[in-house]
């Protein structure tokens, strides 16, 4: 017999006759379960009301099949308006999972899906945790990646549980777990199969009743410790993190190093320290990241479009990587090449691949017979998803396109991967013109999460939406732009490269050039992302690009090409390779470096961006952001180039424009977009 008490909008709970007390979570009109103000106001409610009941244990359950909670309302963190308000909200928060800690008999969560932030918050207020062991159960505390850190007791009491060596990496980084991992670190008590969910958390109750929280056995140790361990941290923390752009994780070791001896004080820290961060630029515009990639997710798609079957021509980097994310995805993936050689390497590739995200033997197994190497092209009929990736060259494209046409369904999808020839060029010879998108991935493929879905003003809008719809269900960002060379990224990038290739011709050192761009917040510095793409690809990406008479490359570049320096691939480019790592020779302290640098490199690409607006390659500010952060990795504390002109101010930039082009010429001549700005 079950006794339901009471319904509230967001939760429901039920007790039974074992004296069980079940609190479900289903969040009112949402599909995913965050905690909003409303839904942590419930649980304040109830939770006395439980506790009037004497049960024997109070299990946390979600009845959503994505997941337990995904974490805090971020959409409220924008509407923040002071500092106080935030500290408000956080103590309140904090006081309700003190209050399910405190309470006098058992309590656990049962995890399935997401768990990260405030919803792992609430389950280590818990005394027991107990995730399923699947693949889409995401256990983790990834507020540093929003330019906060945990401030509902997260930070406090996961350092408590698992220990600071354990605890600081997972919360200076914001990792996510899988369910087995979390076991193993102890942050869950078990990873169970679904099936075994409810089973092992009642057997996890029969074991013991309430259990005490574990202080540190080395806790009398720590107050010696904390320095030093907090000193050791902040060094590799600095070495990949710049404390100005992104002060969060630095803030994090602090609380720990000054407070980290007594819960009670770090708590109260904790509270305060959040409500600084959360009102920072860098927060804010992290915040914007996320609903920007919310945004691309959630981009009209034809949800009726179910493929099964994709083929992929062209076994390269490209294709082999396109193929084997498919297959990782769950489709049926059959790969073209008219090389055996290439495609028995391709099959390799895809294996490791395969190993190192599913590592269990019989996933990788499923997988590996899904992957179909296909080299007369026999699976083309059945292909839902027709994506071609051949060498970057124009007729070997247009008769490939010629040859598909009469083979493939109507119902298929028909995509180019190419990342330079217009899609109107590349259909010219086709019946159907109209079929052909472009699906523009980035290199490396199983990395990058940005896909470009070209289309041009004659193709068929279905196809566009059945292209979006295909992008997400293998699990990547859509961005709808319009066909016109080098799309949006590329475009946008190759100003900025170009500025990065005249001023080493200049003589400034490599070193210089990428210092000022990652201090700009670039995550790599344009020569070296240069050698990363190949320099023999940049030099024909410009050359492509010419309709643009200043984008031509320096002389040096040539030089480079001419000794076989093509960047990371041969050993040598710009910077010589050893390893795999660049071997950046230091700035003599002699040298005198221009002021602008930084300047240079930045205003070409806002130029870009503004003549893309204005030409409509992409529809919006917002989604050129998204293009550059999820493509690029612009730098993302700025919350794109848009965000950023409208920060300083585009009066200021115009202004900076005006005199980059007195002093440098036409390549620096604000575009006409800038008007409209
Ligand atoms: P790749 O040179 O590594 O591979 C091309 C493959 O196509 C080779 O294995 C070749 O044997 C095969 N091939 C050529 N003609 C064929 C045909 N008629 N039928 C079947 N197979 C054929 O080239 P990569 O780098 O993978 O580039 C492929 C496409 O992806 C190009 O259009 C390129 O612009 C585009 N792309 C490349 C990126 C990169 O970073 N490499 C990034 C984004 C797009």
Redesign the pocket.
């Known amino acids: 017999m079950t006794s339901e008490m009471k319904k509230f909008a967001h939760w429901n709970f039920s007790l039974e006759k074992d004296n069980y007390c079940w609190l479900t979570i289903d969040v009112a009109e949402k599909s995913t379960n965050v905690l909003t103000r409303e839904v942590l106001d419930e649980l304040r409610e109830i939770i006395p009301v439980i506790e009037q009941q004497k049960p024997q244990a109070l299990l946390f359950q979600s009845s959503k099949a994505n997941g337990f909670i995904a974490g805090a309302d971020i959409s409220s963190f924008t509407t923040i308006t002071s500092q106080e308000e935030a500290l408000h909200l956080i103590r309140q928060g904090q006081d309700i999972f003190t209050m399910i800690e405190n309470l006098p008999f058992a309590t656990i969560s049962l995890i399935n899906g997401f768990c990260l932030g405030g919803g792992l918050e609430l389950a280590l207020a818990c005394d027991y945790r107990i995730a399923v062991d699947e693949p889409k159960t995401k256990i983790g505390l990834p507020e540093v990646k929003l330019g906060i850190h945990p401030g509902f007791g997260g930070t406090v009491r996961l350092i408590q549980l698992i220990g600071a060596p354990a605890a600081l990496p997972l919360l200076l980084s914001g990792k996510i777990l899988a369910a087995r991992q979390a076991a193993k670190l102890g942050i869950v008590t078990h990873a169970v199969p679904p099936r075994l969910l409810r089973s092992a958390a009642r057997k996890t109750l029969a074991k013991g009743q309430k259990h005490t929280r574990k202080i540190l056995p080395k806790l009398a140790d720590a107050a010696l410790a904390r320095p030093l361990v907090a000193a050791l941290a902040r060094k590799k923390l600095k070495q990949k993190v710049n404390q100005t752009h992104y002060p969060a994780p630095f803030a994090l070791l602090d609380l720990w190093e000054k407070y980290g001896g007594s819960p009670t004080t770090m708590m109260e820290q904790e509270a305060q320290s959040v409500s600084k961060l959360i009102r920072t630029p860098t927060a804010q515009n992290l915040i914007r990241v996320f609903q920007l990639q919310e945004k691309l997710k959630a981009l009209p798609a034809d949800t009726t479009f179910a493929p099964r079957h994709v083929h992929v021509?062209?076994?390269?980097?490209?294709?082999?990587?396109i193929a084997a994310w498919c297959a990782l995805q769950g489709f049926t993936v059959s790969i073209?090449?008219?090389?055996h050689t290439?495609l028995a390497k391709?099959v390799q590739r895809a294996a490791a691949l395969f190993q190192q995200k599913l590592r269990a033997p019989h996933l990788v197994k499923a997988v590996l017979d899904r992957f179909i190497p296909d080299i007369n092209?026999a699976c083309i009929p059945k292909a839902d998803v027709i994506i071609?990736?051949?060498?970057?060259?124009v007729n070997?494209?247009k008769?490939?396109f010629v040859a598909l046409e009469p083979q493939i369904r109507p119902d298929t999808l028909l995509a180019?991967?190419?990342?330079?020839?217009p899609l109107e060029t590349l259909a010219a010879d086709l019946n159907n013109p109209e079929r052909l998108v472009g699906l523009?991935?980035?290199?490396p493929v199983a990395k990058m999460m940005l896909v470009e879905v070209v289309s041009t003003s004659y193709v068929e809008e279905t196809d566009v939406l059945k292209a979006v719809s295909f992008t997400k269900k293998i699990g990547k960002l859509p961005l709808p732009v319009h066909s016109s060379p080098g799309f949006l990224i590329n475009r946008i990038l190759m100003p900025y490269l170009h500025e990065a290739a005249l001023l080493e011709a200049e003589g400034v050192p490599p070193l210089a050039i990428d210092q000022a761009a990652e201090q700009f917040g670039m995550p790599v510095g344009p020569i070296e992302l240069m050698d990363l793409?190949?320099l023999d690809?940049c030099q024909s990406v410009a050359e492509f690009m010419t309709v643009d008479p200043t984008m031509k490359m320096p002389e040096n570049l040539q030089k480079l090409l001419d000794q076989g320096r093509l960047g990371k691939k041969s050993g040598a480019g710009y910077y010589t390779y050893k390893r795999g790592k660049p071997d950046k020779p230091s700035i003599d302290k002699k040298t005198s470096l221009p002021g602008d640098i930084a300047d240079r490199l930045i205003l070409r690409l806002v130029n870009e961006s503004v003549a893309c607006l204005r030409e409509k390659v992409v529809a919006d500010g917002d989604l050129l952001d998204a293009g550059m952060i999820f493509g690029t990795g612009f730098a993302p504390f700025r919350g794109g180039v848009v965000h950023y002109m409208h920060d300083q101010s585009p009066a200021a930039l115009l202004s900076k424009m005006q005199q980059l082009a007195t002093q440098y010429g036409g390549r620096f001549t604000p575009d006409k977009g800038w008007q409209t700005i």
Request: charged share 20%.
């Open positions: 021509i062209g076994a390269g980097v490209m294709g082999g990587d073209q090449d008219n090389s290439i391709t092209g071609e990736a051949i060498f970057e060259d070997a494209k008769e490939l180019t991967n190419t990342s330079s020839i523009h991935f980035f290199n793409v190949g690809i």
